[in-house]
C-alpha cells in the first residue's frame, strides 16, 4: 500500500513562493505518475499538475503555467511542486496523488489516480 504525504503548505503574501512536498512509502515511486490537486472552500477538487512516471511527460494546468514546476527526485521518492508568483485564487488545500501504470494519469481525472496524500494547506494573502 502505497503511501503519499505532504508537506510545505504554509502562508504567503500575493507574489511569494512555496515548494510543496510529497514523500512516498510503501512502493516504488519510480513505478508510479505523480501528481497535484487542489481544492479550494466549496469547490470541487480540480487538477494543477502531472508528471509521467519516466519523468518524460508533464501536465500544467492553465492556471499554473508558467508559474508551478513539478518535479521529482526518485532517490528520495519524493515529488515536488515549486510555486512561483503566488495569488489568493491559488489558496486551496494541495493533495499529491500517484496514479498506476496503465491509469490514464494525464487526463487529471480524480479517477485517473489510484492514491492520494492528505493534503496540505496553502493560503495566500492579498
Known amino acids: 500500500q502505497v503511501q503519499l504525504v505532504e508537506s510545505g503548505g504554509g502562508l504567503v503574501h500575493t507574489g511569494g513562493s512555496l515548494r510543496l512536498s510529497c514523500a512516498a512509502s510503501?512502493?516504488?515511486?519510480?513505478?508510479?505518475?505523480m501528481g497535484w490537486f487542489r481544492q479550494a472552500p466549496g469547490k470541487e477538487r480540480e487538477f494543477v499538475a502531472a508528471m509521467e512516471w519516466r519523468g518524460v511527460s508533464i501536465f500544467y494546468t492553465d492556471s499554473a503555467k508558467g508559474r508551478f514546476t513539478i518535479s521529482r527526485d526518485n532517490a528520495k521518492i519524493t515529488v515536488y511542486l515549486q510555486m512561483n508568483n503566488l495569488k489568493p485564487e491559488d489558496t486551496a488545500v494541495y493533495y499529491c496523488a500517484a496514479a498506476l501504470i496503465g491509469q490514464q494519469w494525464w487526463r487529471g481525472g480524480l479517477d485517473d489516480y489510484a492514491y492520494w496524500g492528505q493534503g496540505t494547506q496553502v493560503t495566500v494573502a492579498a
Open positions: 510503501g512502493g516504488t515511486l519510480s513505478s508510479y505518475s
